[in-house]
């Protein structure tokens, strides 16, 4: 069993910055898929980022590339997620999720995760 716990979320402006960071406890991510989630008021929640754990091949939602990067820290057991340039529209809940061996395919689908954490408020004011 792996249990998440996401951090970093705040207020912060237009063109501003985050980190997020997801750590895992219990088990260590090892040949697990993370990837991070997010979803607005109203709205399905939807694929930002993700990264192998074992080669550290990196996936982003075209909306986030190039101002979003995700890595990970094999010494922490934990990714994190730097985000760049903030706008309105990245405002949501950031969620990190975790599942082992995942095909390409499945890395976006939200379904195809079976560990979550709770969750983090990103608030970005214009």
């Known amino acids: 069993q792996v249990q998440l716990v996401e951090s970093g979320g705040g207020l912060v402006q237009t063109g501003g910055s985050l980190r997020l960071s997801c750590a895992a406890s219990?088990?260590?991510?090892?040949?697990?898929?993370v990837g991070w989630f997010r979803q607005a008021p109203g709205k399905e929640r939807e694929f930002v980022a993700a990264i192998s754990w074992s080669s550290g091949r990196t996936y982003y939602a075209d909306s986030v590339k190039g101002r979003f990067t995700i890595a990970r820290d094999n010494a922490k057991n934990t990714v994190y997620l730097q985000m760049n340039s903030l706008k309105p529209e990245d405002t949501a809940v950031y969620y990190c999720?975790?599942?082992?061996?995942?095909?390409?395919?499945?890395?976006?689908?939200?379904?195809?995760?079976?560990?979550w954490g709770q969750g983090t408020q990103v608030t970005v004011s214009s």
């Open positions: 219990g088990r260590t991510f090892g040949s697990a898929t």
């Open positions: 999720a975790a599942d082992r061996n995942l095909p390409r395919a499945a890395i976006t689908t939200t379904a195809r995760y079976d560990y």
